[in-house]
């Protein structure tokens, strides 16, 4: 089933587009492109990047400054509401 929010972006084009604006300079911004860069460069030591050994698992930040590995539906479920 599909969120609500999924459902109401595919009936309302203008408020779709203007969301897509909205994260296309969002996720350009070099704060974002750093954060992206770290994680990348962290998955790569670990031999996850472009391997199967990474599939499934994230590199994540932790509040102390270093990096965890967990599983992608706990890195991603973190910040999102209850279901």
């Known amino acids: 089933m599909p969120s609500r929010s999924t459902l109401y972006y595919r ?13 296309t300079d969002y996720h350009s911004t070099p704060e974002r492109k750093k954060y992206r860069r770290e994680l990348a460069k962290e998955r790569t030591k670990r031999g ?32 999102r509401g209850k279901k």
């Open 11 to 23: 009936k309302n084009k203008k408020a779709r587009e203007k969301k897509k604006a909205y994260d």
């Open 48 to 79: 996850m990047m472009g391997t199967s050994k990474g599939r499934g698992k994230d590199i994540s930040h932790k509040r102390n400054g270093g990096f965890a590995v967990e599983s992608s539906s706990k890195n991603r479920a973190r910040n």
